[in-house]
């Protein structure tokens, strides 16, 4: 197992891209604390990968309170011993044009991003330097490549976490820890369907046509990115163990972006 004994924490792992990735490195042989906002869906999360015989602890955190983020983190370590891995996935999304978009909305999305990234980051960073190592993981996006019409907060997220990845790789290298970005593509989460019926009404077309001709329409095949596939190089990246892979990102697309 390529993750035997390690410790990860992830965010937003209740559902979609968070719980795939929580599952992947259970069953790689870690054990997982299960983090989001709302516990019995965390607990639930938690039970699943149970069943499936792996090793979760549910725990709720906002990751945009430093007070939350210090105090999980800190229960984590004292559960679980370590912490290896951390997964910053948390995310949220806002579909407006950028002259009608309210600034709590800007400043939400900004918070769960970057605000908790940065937050999540400290807090590992203290253990595994501690420890003699690590692994940081940001779940971006293409959009941390390309900019997607009304999306001015979250494209501005994800493109600052490929310069946040990039400041942990030089900082962490000499203690052990590298610094990766996850981009995928379009996967069919709660997230990507609350965006399809919003796109739709702000650019007047159909459901079937912001899938096909919007969200789809720049990969080689018309597919969406799968969840199983994100989970595979979250996996890859976490178990890979020299600083010959840090500072870099990982685009997960169906080739909607080519780099």
Excluded at 38 to 65: F, K, N, W, Y
Excluded at 90 to 114: C, I, K, M, T, Y
Excluded at 238 to 254: I, K, M, P, R, Y
Aim: charged fraction near 20%; include cysteine; charge should be negative.
């Amino acid at each position: 197992m390529r993750l035997k004994d390690k410790v990860a924490l992830i965010t937003g792992a209740a559902s979609g891209i968070g719980f795939a990735i929580a599952r992947a490195f259970a069953r790689e042989g870690a054990s997982v604390a299960v983090t989001d906002l709302d516990l019995p869906r965390t607990e639930r999360a938690a039970a699943q990968i149970a069943a499936e015989g792996g090793h979760a602890v549910p725990l709720v955190m906002d990751v945009t309170s430093e007070q939350q983020v210090e105090a999980v983190t800190t229960e984590v370590i004292r559960a679980l011993g370590r912490l290896d891995i951390l997964v910053s996935n948390a995310g949220v999304q806002v579909v407006s044009p950028l002259e009608e978009l309210a600034f709590a909305d800007w400043r939400r999305v900004l918070a769960v991003h970057l605000d908790g990234a940065f937050l999540t980051t400290r807090a590992a960073l203290r253990q595994m330097y501690r420890q003699g190592g690590g692994s940081v993981l940001y779940i971006g996006s293409v959009h941390s490549k390309e900019a997607s019409v009304l999306k001015a907060p979250y494209v501005a997220g994800k493109h600052g976490l490929l310069g946040l990845a990039r400041l942990v790789a030089k900082e962490g290298a000499a203690r052990g820890v590298r610094a990766n970005v996850i981009c995928p593509g379009f996967v069919r989460t709660p997230l990507v369907d609350r965006q399809i019926p919003e796109q739709a009404k702000a650019l007047g077309l159909s459901e079937e046509d912001v899938v096909r001709e919007v969200m789809l329409k720049e990969t080689v095949d018309g597919q969406f990115t799968a969840l199983e596939d994100v989970a595979e190089a979250a996996v890859f990246l976490a178990a890979f163990e020299s600083n010959a892979l840090t500072g870099q990102s990982l685009v997960v697309s169906h080739g909607w972006h080519m780099q």
